[in-house]
């Protein structure tokens, strides 16, 4: 059986994951989903500009090695992708491979923002002066209703879902990861949310050049017809297709 260790991306939390983690586990897999410092119920510690990527990649190590888990099939969602490409650095011995989930796959020394194309940026941007505080960044209101449109699920289980989403550590997107090539000869896998409602609300799609990149790379790839948020349309295929991934690397 496998050991699955899910990132969540901006905004969210570990919680929006528990769907995918009780299909992983009641197949008999070891699963966990932790929630990055200052979102979802550790939100409270997101003061000032403390809180980066450092800290999301410590968060992820010490949830590994806390558990004391070995054999570990990281899956880094959306911004997630950051944090487990920069864990997986720390975490060497106890890595097998690295699913991303329509994620942001950083090189040595790039940011998130560097991934990220300049009318996504500038959304963000403009988030931070809005909000009138530099270190935190609320997600749009259009990218709400691009990643979640209404209709797109029952009214309750929407506004349940986007109640919880808190503000983002703005220093999180801007520090960059410091990589020394021990992930690159990790497997990797990814997984590509193909639905085009995402890209075309926001004006551009984000994760478009990470596949690419996967492609290029011969890496296992699969396509998965939802949103950019599969764990809330497409649950189940999902755990599935982490299943399958993490299977073969085990190979």
Known sequence: MGTFVIVHGAWGGGWEWSAVVARLRSKGHQALAPTLTGLGDRCHLLVGERVGLA?????????????????????????????VTGAAEHLRDRVRSIVYIDALV?????????LLPGPFVGRVRQGIVEHG???RIPIPADLQNALVPPGALPDDIRHAYLSRLRDHPAASFAEPVALTGAVERLSRAFIRCTTAEFGAEVGVDPIADMASRALDQGWPY?????????????PDRVADLIEELGTQAAL
């Open 55 to 83: 800290t999301h990649i410590d968060d992820v190590v010490a949830a590994v090695e806390f558990e004391q888990l070995s054999g570990v099939v990281l899956c880094g969602a959306s911004y997630g992708g950051m944090a």
């Open 133 to 135: 505080e530099s270190w």
């Open 222 to 234: 699969r396509e998965i017809e939802t949103r950019h948020d599969p764990q809330l349309f497409a």
């Open 106 to 114: 950083p090189c040595d020394g790039q940011s998130a923002l560097d």
